[in-house]
Nanobody, 125 residues
């Protein structure tokens, strides 16, 4: 089992920045990578960013590319999502997720085995 706990959400104005954290515990060595997803009211959960442990490569949704950065801390048990130039359309509950299998379909929520409880991000105009 892997436990994930997100933090760092809040209410900000358009143009501001936030940094989300996801602390992983448990059998973290069984994971191949992690991702961030978000879900706005009435909408499906959508991919935001992902990072692969083996290569260190990062992947982003087009809507956040150039504004968001996913990274891993040196200890390896925390994944960060730095969000800059926030827009009202970024408002959502943000979830981190971990996968225990190698895959090319990193943007597909179905390939992730563990999820955090989510943290609310609200961007006012």
């Amino acid at each position: 089992q892997v436990q994930l706990v997100e933090s760092g959400g809040g209410l900000v104005q358009a143009g501001d920045s936030l940094r989300l954290s996801c602390i992983a515990s448990g059998r973290t060595l069984s994971t191949y990578g992690m991702g961030w997803f978000r879900q706005a009211p009435g909408r499906e959960r959508e991919f935001v960013a992902a990072i692969s442990w083996s290569t260190g490569n990062t992947y982003y949704a087009d809507s956040v590319k150039g504004r968001f950065t996913i990274s891993r801390d040196n200890a390896g048990n925390t994944v960060l999502l730095q969000m800059n130039s926030l827009k009202p359309e970024d408002t959502a509950v943000y979830y981190c997720a971990a996968r225990t299998r190698p895959t090319q379909r990193r943007s597909n929520p179905a390939v992730y085995d563990y999820w955090g409880q989510g943290t609310q991000v609200t961007v006012s105009s």
